[in-house]
């Protein structure tokens, strides 16, 4: 049986007071080292005794690490549990920024190709979650990326997907820069860090996260986000949404879901109404630009 020692219950206990995380990121970035309490704010940990934050303890995740440094890590001095899937989720914001990079430092043991941890990301509020690599609204606009893991890194407890597995015993970057899309702006996502184990007692140390960053580029000033607020109705709507944007007329109209790709596009003069009967019930981003280049972003529930 895998051991789990309790020695920083009391970080562990003031990180999941918090239920939902304060919005990190901005034009002057976010970054979070976990050494002040009030830092905890901005994360949610699962309740289950996995996730800690605390001081070094462990023979290969903290080695070379100073004894009074405090890390975001899976149990403090033992093993990692069994049949387990536990994540600490971030909420991020997006402001006006043409860029944004997510950046952390992180070591990790586990039984390779059967246990480890994968990034995860969610644009409806936590409804559903992807793996990092599948976010085509971030892997379609990837600018940079470094650290990341490929779809060869197989997790079996995950249902085989990719994600860090095997062992890096020493700190390493991971920087995932990617272009904000114009109806990203001003907008969230959710980010999570999910470990994953099977029912095999292998004797691993987990995954140790720290120094982890949030931040946006140069200013988008290509665009004019919501200085003339368009009128979007009704919502949910079933099979049309009527548009307004008074004195401004529309000439442009997007359907965006989720994952990036755009549904519905209808360009024109003077567009009041749209057909949404073809898309499937769920959560949309509808864009649209008036006669002076004025975006605006609305969310859409399509029932």
């Known amino acids: 049986m895998k051991k789990i020692f309790f020695i920083a219950l009391l970080f562990y206990a003031v990180a999941v007071n918090a239920q939902q995380p304060i919005c990190l990121g901005n034009m002057a970035g976010g970054d979070l080292d976990f050494e002040e309490t009030s830092q905890y704010n901005y994360i949610v ?17 903290f080695a070379n690490t100073p004894n009074n440094k405090h890390s975001l890590i899976t149990d403090t001095s033992g093993y990692y549990k069994n049949n387990i899937r536990s994540s600490v989720k ?22 390779k190709n059967k246990d480890g941890g994968i990034i995860e990301t969610s644009h409806d509020n936590g409804v559903t979650w992807q793996n990092i690599l599948y976010d085509t609204l971030i892997m379609n606009n990837v600018k ?29 970057s991971v920087r995932i820069e990617f272009y904000a899309r114009e109806y990203m702006l001003e907008d969230t996502m959710l980010l999570r860090f999910t470990i994953s184990t099977d029912s095999n007692d292998a004797q691993n140390e987990g995954w140790m996260l720290d120094d ?8 988008a000033i290509e665009y004019h986000i919501n200085e003339i607020k368009t009128l979007i109705y009704p919502n949910p709507a079933n ?17 965006i879901s989720l994952t990036g790709e755009t549904m519905l596009e209808q360009k024109g003069d003077n567009i009041s109404v749209l057909n949404i009967e073809s898309l499937s019930a769920g959560l949309y981003i509808v864009v649209s630009m008036n006669e002076r280049n004025d975006y605006n972003v609305s969310k859409l529930v399509k029932l």
């Not at 402001?95 to 992180?106: K, L, P, Q, R």
Request: with cysteine; charged share 25%.
């Open 90 to 111: 971030f909420k991020l914001c997006f402001s006006w920024a043409e860029d944004y990079t997510i950046m952390f430092w992180h070591k990790y043991d586990f039984e």
């Open 212 to 219: 982890f960053s949030f931040f946006g580029g140069e200013t």
């Open 239 to 255: 099979k049309y949404i009527k548009i307004e944007n008074e004195p401004n007329r529309v000439n442009e109209v997007k359907v």
């Open 45 to 61: 940990i699962d309740t289950n005794h996995v996730w800690f934050i605390a001081k070094a303890e462990k023979q290969i995740l």
């Open 144 to 172: 940079l990326t470094g650290g990341l893991y490929s779809n060869s890194d197989i997790i079996g407890s995950y249902g085989n997907q990719p994600g860090y597995t095997g062992r890096q015993p020493e700190d390493k």
